[in-house]
């Protein structure tokens, strides 16, 4: 079992910065890939960015590649979504997410974080 916290959101103008934070309950954190989801009003939730238990593999959406790095600290049970050159259109509520395996956490993840609202004005 694995319980999510997110933390981070909030509000910011185009082209500033944020970093999301999701921190993970239990004791195997190293055995789960994690990921990043977002879901704007009116559309799909879609995954942004996922990362390897140990980090040697990632994933990143064409959408977000090369403004947004996901990390993890494995000693912090923590996961990290930087983002930088923020858009009106990543306003979204964004969900960390966690399963066993890579390509399994960006299409069927098995735990999810309650979500944390980021919004970014023109």
Do not use: H
């Amino acid at each position: 079992q694995v319980q999510l916290v997110e933390s981070g959101g909030g509000s910011v103008q185009a082209g500033g910065s944020l970093r999301l934070s999701c921190a993970a309950s239990g004791r195997t954190f190293s055995r789960f890939a994690m990921a990043w989801f977002r879901q704007a009003p009116g559309k799909e939730r879609e995954c942004v960015a996922a990362i390897s238990g140990t980090s040697i593999g990632t994933y990143y959406a064409i959408s977000v590649k090369g403004r947004f790095t996901i990390s993890r600290d494995n000693a912090k049970n923590t996961v990290y979504l930087q983002m930088n050159s923020l858009k009106p259109e990543d306003t979204a509520v964004y969900y960390c997410a966690a399963a066993e395996g890579l390509s399994r956490v960006i299409t069927t993840p098995g735990y999810w974080g309650q979500g944390t609202q980021v919004t970014v004005s023109s």
